[in-house]
């Protein structure tokens, strides 16, 4: 997009989103952690943890990176690259424990599997430049993100009452 911009005067904004999570996202797949834990929770089946938990990423909830690409598109300065995320790291052994407590479901079973070779250990974003150039924030608390992506994903169909 750069090349066309300065090659063709393309106006362009690129927005580098982190892992976002919300309603939207469904349990199951192979990517979106926080709504495969809440699925698998909500499934009364354990939760399904690579290595010991430690990886860290930066998780940003969809009403804030719908926020962001707003604001980015009525964006008039110089700048044209942006991160778009929390701007902080947490750890799935921790985002487990943080969904038995919007759960209310202390001590829940956990797998843990073999580490994957390709986890980076600890991702996340500086979102300073998209703070300065255009006022944006993440505004959702992480908490009230995973009540209300539990809400939705017990809206998909029945699953144990929780």
């Keep these: 997009m750069l090349l066309f911009n300065r090659h063709h005067g393309l106006d362009c904004q690129i927005l580098r989103v982190a892992n976002p999570y919300g309603p939207g996202q469904r349990p199951g797949g192979s990517q979106g952690v926080v709504a495969n834990l809440l699925g698998q929770a909500l499934k009364g089946e354990p939760f399904q943890i690579w ?6 990423r930066d998780f ?60 980076v250990p600890e991702n996340y974003l500086d979102i300073t430049r998209i703070g300065s150039e255009t006022g944006w924030a993440p505004t959702m608390p992480w908490l009230a993100g995973l009540r209300e992506t539990a809400e939705w994903i017990r809206s998909l169909a029945p699953t144990r009452a929780v």
């Design 51 to 56: 290595g010991d938990g430690s990886v860290a």
């Design 60 to 119: 940003v909830h969809v009403d804030d990176v719908a926020h962001a690409l707003v604001l980015a598109s009525d964006y008039m300065g110089d700048q044209r690259v942006f991160n778009v995320g929390s701007g902080q790291a947490r750890q799935i052994a921790t985002i487990a424990v943080d969904v038995e407590r919007v759960l209310g479901l202390p001590n829940h079973p956990r797998i843990h599997h073999e580490s994957r070779g390709f986890d």
